[in-house]
């Protein structure tokens, strides 16, 4: 009977930093399995990764407001978090680069939905195979 209980406190604790409302409904249809909590501003993300541990942090490049963009979200956030996706409309070679070198650890170009979605559950296959080998992680 704990077992249902245990699995809901284990869900993945993602934040996600977008400031157009269509784009965090959309995440969190994709996402509702996990455990969401949401930003609209920049340093709104950054102050809720320092306030509170998530499993992953996904991060808009663009914002409208708050004067930083993606990449200044990451370069503040890449030590609070394991995983951190820059999730862009925006393609190209230069720009996932300057992501990756801002702190991310994946890049997902054309706000590609089920690339997204590939790489989060990849986390879980981890956390599951973590789990069997008895927590030990390499």
Not at 4 to 28: F, M, P, Y
Not at 38 to 43: G, I, M, R, S, V
Not at 103 to 125: D, H
């Amino acid at each position: 009977m704990t077992n249902t209980n245990e699995k809901q406190v284990e869900r993945k604790r993602i934040l996600i930093g977008d400031d157009k409302q269509k784009e965090r409904t959309s995440l969190a249809r994709a996402l509702g399995n996990y455990n969401l909590t949401f930003a609209e501003a920049p340093d709104e993300v950054i102050n809720k990764a320092r306030q509170s541990r998530y499993d992953l942090i996904i991060t808009d490049l663009e914002y409208t407001e708050g004067g930083k963009e993606g990449f200044q979200v990451l370069r503040e956030i890449k030590d609070l978090s394991e995983k951190r996706i820059l999730y862009t409309g925006r393609r190209g070679f230069e720009m996932v680069m300057e992501g990756i070198f801002a702190g991310a650890t994946e890049v997902v170009e054309g706000k590609n939905l089920s690339q997204l979605l590939e790489i989060v559950s990849e986390l879980n296959s981890k956390r599951e195979n973590t789990e069997l080998k008895g927590g030990e992680r390499k």
